[in-house]
């Protein structure tokens, strides 16, 4: 009869009890299945729990706006996924946040390359299920809105690459051009010339930096 431990992680207690509801209806749909669960609300508690070496996890349920650890040393959800992906590799990780920005969700992909994604904005319990189950087949899973973002920056990865996902999104956070290179390793420069780029690309004559935010939100790139 399997049994498979599961550390869930969310400092809300909704995500929580959706989570163990979904495991008690897989349970329940199959006997010979059987589910150990742990539970954590802050990066203290989860990281804890990661780092004991007498505890085995075969899944791991990961919300990334997380409170800080006490001494510091974790400071969101992204810093425990690195923590359980040194400690534990053999453990799947289930990333299932509020994110819903292209932009993130492409870095958080490439840095943790998570087994699953889901935004919390498209779960229900039949998605929480079917992602539950496949982790635990060995597969990967991502939610709709993950699928669709990963697709539009596919196809148009040659125009809009990483540097220029940032630019949009700090202009989008109210950040001034002019302030830009402090917050990325680009020249004022070459943060002016890849604006220009982006504009040519998306066909706007007007040099306003509102309208090429309008036109990246609708284009699906924030």
Request: with cysteine; aromatic share 6%; glycine share 4%.
């Amino acid at each position: 009869m399997p049994k498979y431990n599961i550390l869930l992680v969310d400092d809300h207690p909704m995500i929580i009890a959706g989570f163990e509801q979904a495991l008690d209806i897989i349970s329940d749909n199959d006997k010979n299945i059987k589910f150990s669960r742990d539970s954590a609300q802050d990066c203290t508690e989860a990281a804890e729990l990661i780092s004991n070496t007498e505890k085995t996890y075969d899944l791991i349920c990961l919300d990334l706006s997380l409170p800080g650890s006490e001494d510091g040393k974790y400071n969101s959800g992204e810093d425990l996924a690195k923590l359980a992906r040194k400690l534990r590799p053999e453990s799947k990780l289930l990333i299932c946040t509020m994110l819903e920005n292209n932009f993130k969700v492409l870095n958080v992909m490439k840095r943790i390359d998570p087994d699953g994604f889901l935004v919390k904005s498209d779960t229900n319990p039949d998605i929480l299920i079917s992602a539950i189950e496949n982790l635990l087949k060995g597969k990967t899973y991502q939610s709709a809105t993950v699928h669709q973002m990963l697709k539009r920056t596919v196809e148009f990865s040659h125009n809009i690459d990483e540097d220029n996902l940032q630019i949009l999104y700090l202009l989008s956070k109210g950040i001034l051009t002019k302030n830009l290179p402090q917050h990325m390793g680009l020249s004022l420069s070459a943060i002016e010339k890849r604006k220009k780029q982006m504009k040519q690309f998306f066909d706007i004559s007007n040099t306003n930096d509102k309208i090429l935010l309008e036109k990246a939100k609708e284009k699906g790139f924030l």
